[in-house]
């Protein structure tokens, strides 16, 4: 299974253990580069004797995995992004075994990062170092181990479960003092910030000397930059390379790689950059278009067409001609696109792209629906152009959206026959959001349609400042900042670049509340004195929080694998707060990075009452009890 910005692989188990007569070679390893390739062992069918998963042996000897009557091991070779995920079967309930052998210099300590997808299990040199049976896709660096490597010759094993979809796991060592400054950054131009359900590219680079004969090349993969942190990707650089230049490089050529459906790997871009560059390399921007026509049934072009994202319902930007050929850029780098075209007098079509955006789009909408047009003011009557417009139908759907010319005139089109009404989000730069409901009248009356609604947008406030830690006082990317003026109204949301700052415009004037949100420290929420004359100056300091830990019981204590914990609301905001996990086989349940602020958490299983709590703050540990349905105690 797949999701918004992580990959779900399903649930893997990874050991490692001292082993004699291994077939493949010991092979040497670099900070911060994935392992492999891997022997792997499976998948073995979980056994009906009331042992499951992790608790099992399926080799006959697990410590030695070499004893007689062991599964045969099969040497991986180089996946389609790189070899350094280890890829297992997508059956249910299986459970996959993966070895290594590497050379370390010398006796030191490191840090064993794995990633897995379910349920995994780790021995080093014959010693169990980790294990969890958390439900998890997979993440980079998902479990972080302290372990010591022997001088020469060591041995990992990795033991993975899988409860559903497919399954994987992912390993590196890391210095101990963590992540050193990398050799190489990659940084993605115009990059969306959600990763959605795919592989990051991969990446090639080309090591050229000054008459550009290649020296050498580094080929990294889509798991390099996964994490639960999309911002990782987006606005700390994209991708970083550990490894050691060629001496006497003077160009580095980049290459962008993804798949399509069919597995095709193309290239994105490819340029040639003096090096060595202290600045960053970048990738990505106007190269990832599509382009073809836009007709009617009866094969007339259309020229008055537009685009827009429909995850986010952002415009997307397009050159069209007046006979409907169009160039579309903005596209997403890596999985699929789904995009909605729409014109005035037609119904809206929805399509999903996936790269690479090579063969020309022939795109045909059915006249219908209805239009909507108008035009967005400030306070002084004067347009405002670069407003984006959009207009949501039934269940809050995005239906078409718009960005205002100088004029500040808008068109929406492919609006539903069968509504009499839509809610109009109007969105400018140093204004305030507006939602605006626009009267269509009834289905019949096409007369009763407005066609001059004018959208009034009050002046907003703009606050600048920066995000660090507050252990370290490092600059902290990728954290969303968002205000709005009521809880059911439209808000404003920014993020902060690489160094921390931001910018968020269009708040409310006066007093207003500025949530700071990130997937790996405690939220915070401050309180601003904003003033329309000119721009507030804020300092937001994150700390990494403490979890909300326990377990999740039946009314006889035994543990509930698999319920679900998320937060209700925080400071009283419902859905703020995006926070889910699951309890494992022994029912316990960890919400990480939580705030000391009360909030309300709600529990659930199938087959179970839910249970709310409310005042729960970071560092509470608690037992929870979930009353069956149908108990007579509802």
């Given at each position: 299974?797949?999701?918004?910005?992580?990959?779900?692989?399903?649930?893997?188990?990874?050991?490692?253990?001292?082993t004699?007569?291994l077939?493949a070679?010991p092979?040497?390893?670099?900070?911060?580069?994935?392992?492999?390739?891997?022997?792997?062992?499976?998948?073995?069918?979980?056994?009906?004797d009331?042992q499951?998963g992790l608790?099992?042996?399926?080799?006959?000897?697990e410590?030695?995995?070499?004893?007689?009557?062991c599964?045969?091991?099969?040497?991986?070779?180089?996946?389609?992004?790189?070899g350094?995920a280890?890829?297992?079967s997508?059956?249910?309930?299986?459970?996959?075994?993966?070895?290594?052998?590497?050379?370390?210099?010398?006796a030191?300590?490191?840090?064993?990062?794995?990633?897995?997808d379910?349920?995994i299990?780790?021995?080093?040199?014959?010693?169990?170092v980790?294990a969890s049976?958390e439900?998890?896709?997979i993440?980079?660096?998902h479990?972080?181990?302290p372990?010591?490597?022997?001088?020469?010759?060591?041995v990992?094993?990795?033991?993975?479960?899988?409860?559903?979809?497919?399954?994987?796991?992912?390993?590196?060592?890391l210095?101990?003092?963590?992540?050193?400054?990398?050799?190489v950054?990659?940084?993605?131009?115009?990059?969306?910030?959600?990763l959605?359900?795919?592989?990051?590219?991969?990446?090639?680079?080309?090591f050229?000397?000054?008459?550009?004969?290649?020296?050498?090349?580094?080929?990294?993969?889509?798991?390099?930059?996964?994490?639960?942190?999309?911002?990782?990707?987006?606005?700390?650089?994209?991708?970083?390379?550990?490894?050691?230049?060629?001496?006497?490089?003077?160009?580095?050529?980049?290459?962008?790689?993804?798949?399509?459906?069919?597995g095709v790997?193309?290239?994105?871009?490819?340029?040639?950059?003096?090096?060595?560059?202290?600045k960053?390399l970048?990738?990505?921007?106007?190269?990832?278009?599509a382009?073809?026509?836009?007709?009617?049934?009866?094969?007339?072009?259309?020229?008055?067409?537009?685009?827009?994202?429909?995850?986010?319902?952002?415009?997307?930007?397009?050159?069209?001609?007046?006979?409907?050929?169009?160039v579309?850029?903005?596209?997403?780098?890596?999985?699929?696109?789904?995009?909605?075209?729409?014109?005035?007098?037609?119904?809206?079509?929805?399509?999903?792209?996936?790269?690479?955006?090579?063969?020309?789009?022939?795109?045909?909408l059915?006249?219908?629906?209805?239009?909507?047009?108008?035009?967005?003011?400030?306070?002084?009557?004067?347009?405002?152009?670069?407003?984006?417009?959009t207009?949501?139908?039934r269940n809050?759907?995005?239906?078409d959206?718009f960005?205002?010319?100088?004029?500040?005139a808008f068109?929406?089109?492919?609006?539903?026959?069968?509504?009499a009404t839509?809610?109009?989000t109007?969105?400018?730069?140093?204004?305030?959001?507006?939602?605006?409901?626009?009267?269509?009248?009834?289905?019949s009356s096409?007369?009763?349609?407005?066609?001059?609604?004018?959208?009034?947008l009050?002046?907003?406030?703009?606050?600048?400042?920066?995000?660090?830690?507050?252990?370290?006082?490092?600059?902290?990317?990728?954290?969303?900042?968002?205000?709005?003026?009521?809880?059911d109204?439209?808000?404003?949301?920014?993020?902060?670049?690489?160094?921390?700052?931001?910018?968020?415009?269009?708040?409310?004037?006066?007093?207003?509340?500025?949530?700071?949100?990130?997937?790996?420290?405690a939220?915070?929420?401050?309180?601003?004195?904003?003033?329309?004359?000119?721009?507030?100056?804020?300092g937001?300091?994150?700390?990494?929080?403490?979890?909300?830990?326990?377990?999740?019981l039946d009314?006889?204590?035994k543990?509930?694998?698999?319920?679900?914990?998320?937060?209700?609301?925080?400071?009283?905001?419902?859905?703020?707060l995006?926070r889910?996990?699951?309890?494992?086989?022994?029912?316990?349940?960890?919400?990480p990075?939580?705030?000391?602020?009360?909030?309300?958490?709600?529990?659930?299983?199938?087959?179970?009452?839910?249970?709310?709590?409310?005042?729960?703050k970071g560092g509470?540990?608690i037992?929870?009890?979930?009353?069956?349905?149908?108990?007579?105690?509802e």
């Amino acid at each position: 299974m797949l999701t918004f910005v992580k990959l779900s692989l399903g649930h893997l188990v990874i050991l490692l253990v001292a082993t004699v007569r291994l077939a493949a070679a010991p092979v040497a390893f670099e900070w911060h580069t994935f392992l492999g390739p891997w022997e792997v062992s499976g998948p073995h069918e979980k056994r009906a004797d009331g042992q499951a998963g992790l608790a099992a042996d399926y080799l006959g000897g697990e410590a030695a995995a070499s004893q007689p009557g062991c599964a045969a091991w099969t040497e991986t070779g180089p996946t389609s992004w790189g070899g350094s995920a280890i890829m297992f079967s997508s059956k249910a309930d299986r459970v996959s075994y993966a070895r290594l052998r590497f050379l370390s210099p010398k006796a030191q300590p490191a840090v064993l990062a794995l990633g897995a997808d379910d349920g995994i299990a780790a021995f080093l040199n014959g010693r169990q170092v980790y294990a969890s049976t958390e439900i998890s896709n997979i993440y980079l660096d998902h479990y972080r181990v302290p372990v010591t490597l022997l001088a020469g010759e060591n041995v990992l094993l990795l033991k993975v479960e899988n409860w559903a979809g497919p399954s994987g796991a992912l390993a590196r060592l890391l210095p101990p003092t963590g992540m050193a400054p990398p050799a190489v950054e990659v940084r993605a131009v115009d990059a969306v910030t959600e990763l959605g359900d795919a592989h990051l590219p991969r990446l090639r680079l080309e090591f050229l000397d000054g008459w550009g004969r290649s020296l050498g090349q580094a080929v990294t993969d889509g798991f390099r930059t996964m994490s639960r942190r999309p911002q990782d990707f987006v606005n700390t650089g994209g991708w970083r390379w550990y490894g050691t230049v060629p001496a006497g490089t003077a160009r580095l050529r980049l290459g962008a790689e993804t798949r399509n459906a069919s597995g095709v790997t193309s290239v994105f871009h490819q340029e040639e950059v003096s090096w060595p560059s202290a600045k960053p390399l970048e990738f990505g921007g106007p190269v990832l278009e599509a382009s073809g026509v836009v007709r009617g049934l009866d094969a007339t072009g259309l020229g008055d067409v537009h685009f827009f994202d429909q995850r986010n319902g952002q415009p997307l930007p397009a050159t069209v001609r007046p006979d409907g050929t169009f160039v579309l850029r903005g596209l997403r780098l890596t999985g699929d696109s789904t995009i909605t075209v729409a014109a005035a007098g037609h119904l809206p079509a929805n399509l999903r792209l996936r790269p690479p955006y090579t063969e020309p789009l022939n795109i045909s909408l059915r006249p219908g629906g209805r239009s909507l047009r108008g035009v967005v003011r400030g306070p002084d009557r004067a347009p405002i152009a670069g407003a984006v417009v959009t207009a949501r139908g039934r269940n809050g759907r995005v239906v078409d959206s718009f960005v205002t010319g100088p004029s500040g005139a808008f068109g929406l089109g492919g609006l539903e026959q069968q509504i009499a009404t839509v809610v109009v989000t109007a969105d400018a730069d140093r204004y305030l959001p507006l939602d605006a409901t626009a009267q269509l009248g009834p289905p019949s009356s096409e007369a009763a349609e407005p066609k001059d609604l004018q959208l009034a947008l009050r002046p907003g406030a703009t606050v600048r400042g920066e995000v660090r830690s507050k252990e370290a006082g490092e600059a902290l990317p990728g954290v969303v900042l968002f205000s709005r003026e009521r809880e059911d109204g439209p808000g404003v949301a920014a993020h902060s670049d690489r160094e921390g700052k931001f910018r968020l415009s269009g708040i409310a004037a006066g007093k207003a509340t500025v949530f700071a949100l990130s997937p790996d420290r405690a939220p915070a929420a401050l309180e601003v004195e904003t003033d329309l004359g000119r721009e507030s100056q804020v300092g937001v300091a994150l700390s990494a929080g403490k979890p909300i830990t326990g377990r999740i019981l039946d009314p006889q204590g035994k543990p509930i694998r698999g319920a679900v914990a998320y937060i209700r609301s925080w400071k009283g905001v419902s859905s703020l707060l995006q926070r889910t996990c699951r309890s494992d086989l022994q029912g316990r349940f960890e919400i990480p990075h939580m705030p000391a602020d009360p909030c309300e958490i709600e529990f659930l299983a199938t087959g179970f009452q839910t249970v709310v709590r409310e005042g729960l703050k970071g560092g509470d540990v608690i037992d929870v009890v979930l009353t069956p349905r149908g108990s007579g105690k509802e």
